[in-house]
């Protein structure tokens, strides 16, 4: 019996001979020999096509195949979402009567054969969710017979879209979307006047929008969003009357909105979102009545909202944010009774809030509704109501009670003033709840816990006064409690203790006072807990978050005592043993009794001389206190102790005044002056981390820093250790690394001066988003080559990180990788392992195994795990840690579990949607698992983990394309 592989050679030589000479004899059945050999160059680990069987005379019962039942030829093959790998192989082209052919949702590389269109009955081509890649050869359109689709959508085709796209003559629908097309959009697109659909979106095209889209009257939708184009929106476009649906939002188009628009009364959705586009909200709007979705948002649009827009009673999407709108929304829109979310956020629009959007104007509605045996269609539709960052004044109406589908309501930022209504407890389907940075006062209404499914509620930065009410216990979901700076006071509730859910919690800036609930330490998600600068008092809850609680959290609080705060706790004594003196007592309490008493007059004489202490003490300390005062100079602390000093090996001998602190500028001598009152400004702050808040300023040249300014000044080791230890960390340089360019040294006060990195972390980056922006593959593995680099980098200069995680990882301005707060640990007096781990608390789910065994020595491998920890989150889009509602998920045994169970490609971000290739990714996400193997040994060094990215990197030998 002839052996597969052999089998599969002729098979393919069959299928040459059968292209040169024409078609073979019936015996041997073309459909069965041509979709054998296409299966031969794929990889199938699911074993979707096991049914394929090269001994079957006809292909008709296989799975994805589809027979004209009169000819028993394959017209039809659908293998969607199969896990497929490879390359599309020339066996398809014996498919002689194939109409539709769809592969979508697979891991095919390669790129795509001319011929493919030769066959003459194909009409629908579906490659999209794949890796395919190259471009398009230009002869595929030209020769593309009877084709009405083709889908190459998510792809990484590049280089520019053939201009024989428009030979095509028969093409109904095109979807070229997230590829890397470049270049402008081919002139005689426009030519293809059977187009109905047309979606380019999401690639690098540019230029101006061609004109001659007017003569396509078949169109029903156009998706140039998420280019580069730039100029007018062109003015044709009203006169295909048959639009349905138009986005070109992030693009870079201006001008104002072409007139002609107004004529598509069959528009439903229109975005032209993130544009440069300017002029007035032309009031013909009103006219596309037909619209469901309006997002003209992010543009420079001015003026008022047009009355008209009342006129759009179909309308469920309103968004104009981030405009430059002013007045307040027109009563009219009152009638756009189907609105599901309404956004005017970041706009100058005044006045009061207006009543009909709180139930007034919309029960009026109703009631004529009502009375007409209409439907009861109104306000209580809307979801979501985002209001925010404008110049609303008032109060909030008591009838936003009406609203009871909303999930959303972001009034924050305005100016309005007056309680929070009772009635907001109706809003039970309420999950995000902003009022922040307002000047509402009086108390939270207790019937806040009504709102039983918010997730996140701000009131910060009001005027909020009484206390915090216990039915914010109800809230079982909350997530997000964040009530500081107002003037709250009472005792912190024990019932929030029964959110388990909570993770970030600020109370700050208030006047709480009372104990804190011992409960609280049972809080399983805990991340942040920010009590600082109340009255609180007593000893910190134990155990859990509690143990590893940042200092800032509880700094203000003068009678707060435990490890955080730096203070022990008064201890509890036994209660004294008291005797009865009239009792009837023998010797032996007799004894006791006299005993007794000459404690007592010992213990008297005792505090006396301790009192007489005491007041000495207290005299000399007021006696120094007024001499300082004397001789103090008149400069604040703050400037006075930033005075700059001179000359060792990096700038000058130090200041010898003992009132003034060191600081050495390791290049330069700008003025540091200005620094100063940054650190008093908490605008300034960037953010806080185990080591210390850090805070922007300018020195006087005007280039900005970034000043750390460190929180373990009981732990820093003496000047002379501190200044070798920085000035070493200040000679390490490297393009991934942020450059540490300055030190400042007093003993209560040290300041590290860091190059300033404007583009964020990459924690922000992965998990909380940049504008809508989200990190492509290439990016990723940018970062991940580059943090690799500066690990090695540091290893080779004998320093360790130690504190390896994605808010240290930095983004500059060009995309590339900045890894900072290396080296800090060698400035406290011994690498204990408790101090470090208290100190680097954040980074839960970095930290090597070995950092639990004091008698594993910590060595650059613990880098290495971290590193492996932050390769795993940068592929997967997760955090190392995950809190589920009954589970905690650890991302190193997800990923590894699942390279087991061999869907190792499941982990991957969503949002990369396939665009990624799966020969890189793979190799990257095997590399983080071994850094982070348990036995340090195990893992590599970091200048093999380089050696390993720049292979994965390096482009493989091509593979044949079809002929």
């Avoid at 971290?866 to 589920?884: C, D, H, N, Q």
């Avoid at 195990?938 to 994965?952: A, H």
Wanted: charged share 15%.
């Amino acid at each position: 019996m002839v052996k597969t592989k052999e089998f599969l050679g002729i098979l393919a030589l069959l299928v040459l001979v059968s292209q040169c000479v024409g078609t073979l004899t019936p015996s041997l059945n073309d459909d069965v020999l041509g979709l054998i050999v296409f299966k031969a160059d794929l990889q199938d680990p699911k074993g979707k096509l096991s049914s394929w069987n090269q001994d079957d005379d006809t292909a008709c019962n296989w799975i994805g195949v589809k027979c004209n039942p009169r000819s028993n030829r394959v017209t039809d093959l659908t293998l969607e979402g199969y896990s497929l790998s490879g390359r599309i192989g020339r066996g398809l082209l014996q498919l002689q009567f194939l109409n539709h052919l769809s592969l979508a949702r697979n891991n095919l590389t390669g790129t795509i054969s001319p011929n493919l269109a030769r066959l003459a009955n194909l009409r629908t081509i579906d490659l999209s969710d794949n890796s395919l890649s190259g471009t398009i050869p230009d002869e595929f359109f030209k020769q593309c017979g009877s084709l009405r689709a083709i889908s190459l959508a998510n792809n990484k085709f590049s280089s520019k879209i053939p201009a024989s796209l428009s030979s095509c003559a028969t093409l109904a629908s095109i979807n070229l979307s997230s590829n890397q097309f470049s270049g402008s959009l081919p002139a005689g697109i426009w030519g293809l006047t059977a187009l109905r659909s047309l979606d380019l979106s999401d690639n690098f095209l540019e230029g101006e929008i061609p004109k001659g889209i007017q003569v396509l009257n078949n169109l029903r939708g156009i998706n140039l969003s998420k280019n580069h184009f730039t100029g007018i929106i062109p003015d044709g476009i009203g006169s295909c009357m048959l639009l349905r649906s138009i986005d070109l939002s992030e693009n870079s188009l201006s001008g104002e909105l072409p007139q002609t628009m107004q004529k598509l009364s069959l528009c439903s959705s229109l975005s032209l979102s993130n544009n440069l586009l300017t002029g007035e909200v032309p009031n013909w709007i009103g006219e596309m009545k037909r619209l469901e979705t309006l997002d003209l948002s992010g543009n420079k649009f001015t003026g008022q909202v047009p009355n008209s827009i009342g006129n759009l009673q179909a309308l469920k999407v309103l968004n104009f944010s981030a405009n430059g709108l002013s007045g307040s929304l027109p009563e009219s829109m009152s009638s756009c009774g189907s609105l599901l979310a309404l956004d005017f956020s970041r706009n100058s629009m005044n006045g009061d809030l207006p009543e009909w959007i709180f139930g007034s104007g919309f029960e009026k509605v109703m009631h004529l509704e009502s009375k007409l045996g209409g439907s009861f269609n109104t306000a209580s539709k809307l979801q979501i109501l985002d209001l925010s960052e404008n110049q609303f004044s008032g109060k909030i109406s008591s009838s936003i009670g009406v609203l009871s589908s909303l999930q959303l309501l972001n009034l924050s930022g305005n100016s309005l003033e007056g309680p929070i209504p009772e009635t907001i407890g109706n809003l039970t389907e309420l999950e995000v709840l902003d009022l922040s940075e307002n000047q509402l006062n009086e108390s939270i209404p207790l019937q806040i816990g009504d709102a039983i499914s918010l997730k996140e509620l701000r009131l910060e930065s009001n005027i909020l006064s009484g206390q915090i009410p216990s039915s914010v216990g109800n809230c079982s979901s909350l997530t997000t409690l964040i009530l500081s700076h107002n003037s709250l006071t009472g005792p912190l509730p024990a019932a929030i203790a029964k959110v388990t859910s909570l993770q970030v919690v600020d109370l700050s800036f208030n006047s709480l006072h009372g104990s804190l609930p011992k409960q609280l330490a049972n809080l399983p998600n805990l991340l942040s807990f920010n009590i600082s600068h109340n009255q609180l008092q007593g000893e910190l809850p134990a155990g859990g978050f509690f143990n590893t609680i940042s200092p800032f959290s509880v700094t203000g609080n003068p009678s707060l005592c435990g490890a955080a705060v730096n203070k022990s706790c008064p201890a509890v004594l036994p209660k004294p043993i008291v005797l009865n003196p009239n009792s009837s007592s023998d010797s032996a309490s007799g004894e006791i009794l006299q005993d007794i008493g000459h404690k007592r007059i010992i213990l008297s004489i005792s505090a006396l001389i301790a009192i007489g202490a005491a007041a000495v003490i207290v005299v000399g300390v007021i006696a120094i206190t007024v001499l300082n005062l004397r001789v103090r100079p008149s400069t604040s602390p703050s400037a006075a102790e930033l005075t700059l000093s001179a000359g060792d090996d990096f700038s000058c001998s130090p200041t010898t005044d003992a009132n003034s602190g060191k600081l050495v500028m390791f290049s330069g001598d700008p003025d540091f002056s200005t620094g100063a009152h940054a650190l008093l400004n908490k605008d300034c702050e960037l953010g806080r981390g185990g080591f210390g808040a850090v805070y922007r300023t300018v020195v006087g040249d005007g280039h900005p820093v970034a000043i750390k300014k460190l929180t373990v000044s009981s732990l820093v080791k003496s000047q002379d250790d501190f200044e070798r230890e920085v000035k070493k960390l200040g000679k390490v340089r490297h393009q991934n690394l942020v450059a540490l360019e300055g030190y400042y040294w007093t003993p209560s006060l040290q300041l590290l001066i860091y190059e300033f990195v404007s583009g964020g972390s990459l924690y922000k980056h992965l998990h909380e988003g940049s504008g809508g922006h989200y990190l492509s593959w290439n990016e990723r593995f940018n970062i991940i080559l580059g943090t690799a680099k500066s690990l090695a980098h540091l290893h080779q200069s004998n320093i360790i990180h130690y504190n390896i995680k994605s808010s240290n990882v930095l983004i500059d301005s060009s995309g590339e990788p900045k890894v900072g707060d290396f080296g800090l640990a060698r400035l406290l007096p011994m690498l204990d392992r408790y101090v470090l781990s208290s100190k680097i608390q954040s980074a839960l789910g970095y930290m090597a195994p070995e950092f639990a065994c004091r008698t594993v020595k910590i060595t650059e491998k613990c880098d290495v795990y971290g590193f492996g920890v932050l390769v795993l989150e940068i592929v997967t889009g997760k955090r190392p840690v995950e809190y589920m509602e009954d589970d905690v998920v650890v991302l190193c045994d997800m990923v590894r579990g699942a390279l087991e169970e061999g869907k190792v490609e499941d982990c991957i971000d969503e949002r990369l949607q396939g665009r990624f290739p799966a020969d890189e990714v793979v190799p990257v996400i095997k590399l983080g698992l071994i850094c982070t193997s348990q036995v340090p040994s195990n893992r590599p060094d970091m200048g093999e983990v380089v050696n390993i990215l720049e292979l994965i990197k390096c482009p493989s030998e091509g593979q044949d394309e079809l002929v």
